[in-house]
């Protein structure tokens, strides 16, 4: 496709099913999502939908080749780091065994977007090098080649969704999720402007614009569930690439969207406050929206790699939850075609759900229950075809302690 969207302010091919990403500053930003309603009927999560459409092409048939090829960029680390956290990477490394893999390929779930910025941090303030680690970033030329690569060992690591990583390892693939960025799942339906609704059944008569993603598809069918709702009294229909113009401009009555990505661009636009929905308000699970992947054979010959790439991402995500204006200044200056506005009002969206670390615990943290809720929730749906063993799904082995 040669189409172009805007991906977080950034314009971007359109590659299966990428959406628009464009947000602006003076953003509404929402909290964590806490399992309840604002009470004015807006329901507040924290996520971006378009790297969830660039997986709409499951997994499905990965096995059956792994040709693809990907654009790779390697960021040299700067000459100078921010002390503490630089001294506790380097500290961190001196203690423990040398990575036994120096050269280390990170794919990307997909085209350059905010999630990106810890990595980007990372690699900048040299968390990587102190590590003992040269990381290049590969973007991927099609949504499943983060699976494709990582199982073949292509790429010794990717970033990739909870679901999505079920989901592979139903159909076979030797992949496991090491460690958590993102712990939440940010998704729902925006009301376009004018209109209100504090439950599912008002959707009852209106047209819904959600997109082919299967687990969004689920998570849509789960509401109507949830709100007692026959599917037959909503219109569904596919919006393609585009979501936020047509929902501020009345050609859809709601759109599966996401609270730092389309709802914060939709608020800016909108002179009348958008109406929001979240899908794990009305029957769907939260997960951890985004991880870090290997391969199981990669993680078994080479832990001390494995640990010492974990350390060194988890320290550029807490760094730049804490440094958020430094972070995108960091990120910008290796993508100028992003808006800084536009991806400082994401990032700060963004904080609230990042798997930093809770009290006594350690960043990256997986939750196994979450998961095998997750996974449940997933087989009830048709997602999967056959029960799977979550354990082997994840693991917290590898984390800093």
Known sequence: MNESVLKNGAPQAAHAGCAPQAAHAGCVIRAAHAGASTGDGRHRSVGSLAALVSTAVLVLGFLAGCAGSTESVTTAPASETTAVTSITVASAAEESPAPEVAEIDLIMDWVPWVLDIPIDVAQAKGFYGDAGLTVTQSIPSGPTDVVKFVSTGKSQFGLYYAPDVLMARGEGAPVVSVAALMSHAPLGLALAPGLTATTPADL??????????????????????????????????????????????????????????????????????????????????????????????????????????????????????????????????????????????????????????????????????????????????????????????????????
């Open 204 to 401: 009852v008569g209106k047209t819904v614009a959600v997109p082919m993603i299967p687990s969004v598809r689920a998570s849509y069918d789960a509401m109507l569930k949830a709100g007692d709702v026959d599917p037959a009294a909503v219109t569904l229909v596919d919006p393609g690439f585009d979501l936020v113009a047509p929902l501020l401009a009345g050609t859809y009555d709601a759109v599966a969207f996401t609270a730092f990505g389309e709802l914060v661009e939709a608020d800016a636009a909108s002179d009348s406050e958008i109406g929001y929905l979240d899908f794990r308000d009305w029957g769907s699970p939260d997960y951890a929206f985004m991880n870090v992947i290997t391969s199981d054979d990669f993680a078994a010959r080479n832990p001390n790699t494995v640990r010492a790439f974990l350390a060194a991402t988890l320290v550029g995500l807490e760094y730049a939850a804490t440094h958020p204006e430094e972070a995108v200044d960091i990120y910008v200056a290796a993508h100028p075609e992003f808006d800084r506005a536009t991806l400082l009002a994401q990032w700060e969206a963004t904080i609230p759900s990042l798997a930093l670390a809770p009290g006594g615990g350690s960043a990256g943290a997986q939750d196994e229950a979450a998961w095998q809720v997750l996974h449940d929730w997933m087989i009830e749906a048709g997602l999967l075809a056959a029960p799977l063993d979550v354990a082997s799904a994840l693991t917290n082995d590898y984390l800093p302690q």
